[in-house]
């Protein structure tokens, strides 16, 4: 069994929806929670991150963790086109992060 | 310029040649990781790097070896390239915060025929 488990998807949303985006864990030792962004042909970009339990908005995007049920998830509001990337969950203890397989989302004008 | 920088962007081998890939950084970070990304199973950690003097195995190391030539460089060998090499191979730095946030380099495509 994988570390980390993402919701595979693809995704294909309509615009202004609202997408959520998912990850579970099973290491408890992981402390910060993370979400990067990548882009066709580019390399992942770091969206946003949380450390330990909790919820961290910036802008149209929140992240939430519930290290009780090692789950944490993306939601992404009024979604747009340019949205429209893979999402990857990950997670780190010790100076090592563990990535989830992604999760591709279409936004369609 | 881009702060992490990979060549080749893109290369195409046959089985059994010795291909390095490089990997640059400008962004002072001591920590420096080494990925491929095959469609499905996301990133996968091949080797890292924590400063010029300390090289680590990651979960798939075996067929790839290291170098890290100084803070700002390292690269990515594969002694005798096979088909099922061909993946899109990602370099990364961060610093020495616990959070890891990483930066990665654009990639580079590597098919092995």
């Known amino acids: 069994q994988k570390e980390v488990e993402q919701d595979p998807g693809p995704l294909s949303v309509p615009e202004g929806a609202i997408v959520s985006l998912n990850c579970t864990y099973s290491n408890s030792a992981f402390q910060y929670f993370m979400w990067y962004r990548q882009y066709s042909r580019k390399g992942p970009e770091l969206l946003m991150y949380?450390?330990?339990?909790g919820n961290k908005e910036d802008g149209r995007f929140t992240a939430q963790v519930d290290k009780s049920s090692k789950y944490i998830s993306l939601f992404i509001r009024d979604s747009q086109p340019s949205d429209s990337a893979t999402y990857l969950c990950a997670m780190t203890n010790a100076g090592k992060s563990t990535f989830g397989d992604g999760t591709t989302l279409t936004v369609k004008p | 310029d881009a702060d992490v920088t990979q060549t080749p962007r893109n290369r195409i081998t046959k089985t059994g040649k010795r291909i390095m890939l490089e990997c640059s950084q400008t962004k002072g970070h001591d920590r420096m990781y080494w990925y491929r990304q095959d469609p499905g199973l996301g990133l996968r950690l091949i080797y890292y790097?924590?400063?010029?003097?300390?090289?680590n195995k990651g979960e798939i190391s075996d067929g790839y070896s290291v170098s890290r030539q100084a803070q700002a460089k390292f690269s990515l060998s594969l002694e005798s390239a096979i088909p099922n090499q061909t993946a899109l191979y990602f370099c990364a730095t961060s610093d020495t915060g616990q959070s890891n946030e990483q930066f990665f380099g654009p990639g580079t495509r590597l098919t092995v025929l």
């Open positions: 790097s924590f400063d010029v003097k300390d090289i």
């Open positions: 949380t450390y330990s339990s």
